[in-house]
């Protein structure tokens, strides 16, 4: 199963259409990603994907990439892109109404992995509205957690490449080539927001919000807790292992990945 989604629906809003859709599979998987900045989320979803076959749904992703576009100064992706690169969550009716303006990405029938979304419980709160006005049900929320410390450090080196998304790790992912993307040649960077004022900054506006997101899905039976640590390949085999135990039956044979390859976006 292709791990490779061109998210174009996703990333430009409105009318867009995917270039690739999705391949068809057995059974659409919704589910929530949650967790700090830095425990991995982009890279599970990334994984996931190849393994599940849904598409990886990333806010994050959404507001970099308005970036590529002219951004009207005083608008709400001006708004959004501010607080990004300030490390301050992006205001919530600016979140809401992006996701809402794509609300088809919700409805593919190849299922989504829904990546730094919801992060309050407002935000939870208008994800539940959204799916149930349209008769989706997730199949659950997967809450990753590490300690403070490794996630300061993963995120001080992680690097990204602008052009394609594909996330690195200088130390336990490097590119092949320092500096460069494996895919495009692109030159990577660190993202704004991954500099250790903004790192605080982030941890410390997130965690109050993302405490009440995880109680909203407790609540709901929803919430899976995830340990993050170990390789990437390891948190998804616990991924893939608490979906089975969660969902039984649900999964079927999945194919997992090829352990060791570089994983698009970028968490
Ligand atoms: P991420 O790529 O998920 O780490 O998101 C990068 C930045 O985008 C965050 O630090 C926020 O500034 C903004 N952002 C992404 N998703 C959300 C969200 N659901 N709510 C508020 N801000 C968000």
Known sequence: MSAYRDRTAW???????????????????RI??????????????????????ACPLSTGD???????????????????????????LVP???????VRDRTRCLQCSGG?????????????????TLLTER?????AVFGYVLPDDLLVERLSDRRICPRCHTSYHLRQQPPRQAGHCDHCGGPLRQRADDRPSAIRERLRA???AAAGVRSHYARSGLLIAIA???????????????LTSHVPAALGKVALPTPGAPTRSSD
């Open 11 to 29: 990333l430009l809003g409105g009318a867009a259409l995917c270039i690739h859709p999705p391949s068809v599979v057995t059974r659409a998987r």
């Open 32 to 53: 929530v990603l949650v967790g700090p900045p830095g425990v991995g989320k982009t890279t599970q979803a990334a994984l996931l994907s190849g393994a599940l076959g």
């Open 62 to 88: 959404l507001f970099r990439s308005a970036h590529r576009y002219a951004i009207p100064p005083g608008s709400a992706m001006a708004e959004a892109e501010d607080a990004m690169q300030h490390g301050r």
């Open 92 to 98: 919530d009716d600016i979140v809401i109404s992006a």
């Open 112 to 128: 989504f992995l829904l990546d730094g979304f919801p992060r309050t419980v407002p935000q939870a709160i208008s994800l539940d």
């Open 135 to 139: 008769g989706i049900h997730l199949d």
């Open 206 to 208: 997130e965690e109050e």
């Open 228 to 242: 993050a640590e170990g390789t990437p390949q390891e948190v998804l085999e616990r991924s893939l292992a608490a």
